[in-house]
């Protein structure tokens, strides 16, 4: 899982991420993060504490993981802190 932001949001630099899979959250700085999963389908969500947003920039997806197999998946920020109310970006890339 990669997460990231646009260049001159600086301030996020200051606040973490929240991973949520599968009901567990993991609060973690931005960047690339690996997480061992079962092969099976997944609910993952991804969101930041902005200010008096708990869940800025949420954003969510199911993901199945294939045995054997990674899955790489990636969380942008909304492109402005002034509109933290909107989804971010999740992706994930499918498998070559």
Not at 35 to 51: A, C, G, M, Q, T
Request: no cysteine.
């Amino acid at each position: 899982m990669r997460t990231g932001f646009f260049v001159l949001d600086w301030t996020l630099r200051f606040t973490r991420t929240a991973v949520v899979i599968d009901g567990h959250l993991h609060e973690l700085p931005w960047g690339e993060h690996f997480f061992p999963l079962e092969p099976r389908s997944h609910e993952v969500e991804v969101s930041y504490r902005y200010l008096r947003l708990s869940r800025a920039g949420k954003a969510s997806l199911v993901i199945d993981v294939a045995p054997s197999r990674i899955v790489r998946a990636s969380y942008r920020a909304p492109r402005s802190v002034l509109i933290a109310f909107l989804p971010g970006k999740l992706t994930v890339e499918l498998p070559a």
